[in-house]
């Protein structure tokens, strides 16, 4: 995920596809001193390792999911791109050059974006040492391959499809993908997957192509345009800074696109007080950089 929380219009939501971006004041609830029924609260919040448990391991490397499972933690969080030849990857940037060695090995083929190198060129990068000489060779897993070391590892996935207005079509082969790794059978769909992006309209192919799958929309739309948004997400997820316990409050007032009340995941939350305050407010998960912080913190 990226630090700036997007969100569409409620015309874009009825179909004209314009996206802008909310300020924070518009879309801010009620003020945090708003009062969350014992109902509403959820003591036990998931706990998702964003990036897989990427404060102790590069990002999004097969090392960062083994890393979260080791700790215990059964929900992890990744991004997905496509490469030139149309590959599935793992990467958060759209750029490879802050997680990989690329200017290194391919110096003139700036700005190094993504989707202008195949998949094979990639599998050549280093996707280690920028984080420390002890991951050295550690490679950008595809996502066949993520899939199938979250699948051995018995942990669950939130996918986030990243920069889909870079990638026509991304949400067909991610689809395709899962399904050829054994992820869109009854049990995952129901209990181990969720597809989020920061693009209603990506959310939207997933929800009208796989109906059956939760979703969830990255932002903090404005509490009147939720309805809208409910119509084709279970989830909200909205950066930790932008939420309030009363915006909480009116997430959990409605029902998502499965019938079953509208949830929230906020993020990326790595300190000890902020992981106390958004269980507070009663959120449904907490995605972090550091999930053993977060997991203690709301434990005491």
Known sequence: ???????????????????????????????DTAVVSASAAHKNPTVVAHRGASAYVPENTLAAI????????????????????GVLVIVHDDSLKRTTNVEEVFPHRAPWKVKDFTAAEI??????SWFGEK????????????????????QSLVLEIKKPELYPGIERDTLRVLRKTGWLDRDHVKNKLVVQSFSADSIKKVHAQ???IKTGFLGTPATADLPAYAKF?????STHTSISAGY????HRLKGAHGKRLEIFTWTVDEAAAARRVAGFGVNGI??????????AIND
């Open 233 to 237: 997400a279970d989830q909200i997820n």
């Open 287 to 296: 995605i972090t950089n550091k999930p053993d912080v977060v997991r203690r």
């Open 210 to 212: 796989r109906p059956d």
């Open 123 to 128: 599998a050549k990068l280093d996707a280690g």
């Open 248 to 251: 909480v409050s009116a997430i």
């Open 66 to 85: 083994d890393k979260a499972a080791r700790m215990g933690f059964r929900w992890v969080e990744n991004d997905v791109q496509r490469t030139k030849d």
């Open 135 to 154: 991951y050295k060779g550690a490679r950008v897993p595809t996502l066949t391959q993520y899939m199938n070391r979250v699948s051995r590892n018995h």
């Open 1 to 31: 995920m990226h630090a700036r929380a997007a969100a569409a219009t409620t015309a874009a939501l009825l179909g004209t596809g314009a996206l802008v971006l909310p300020s924070t004041a518009s879309a801010q609830a009620p003020a």
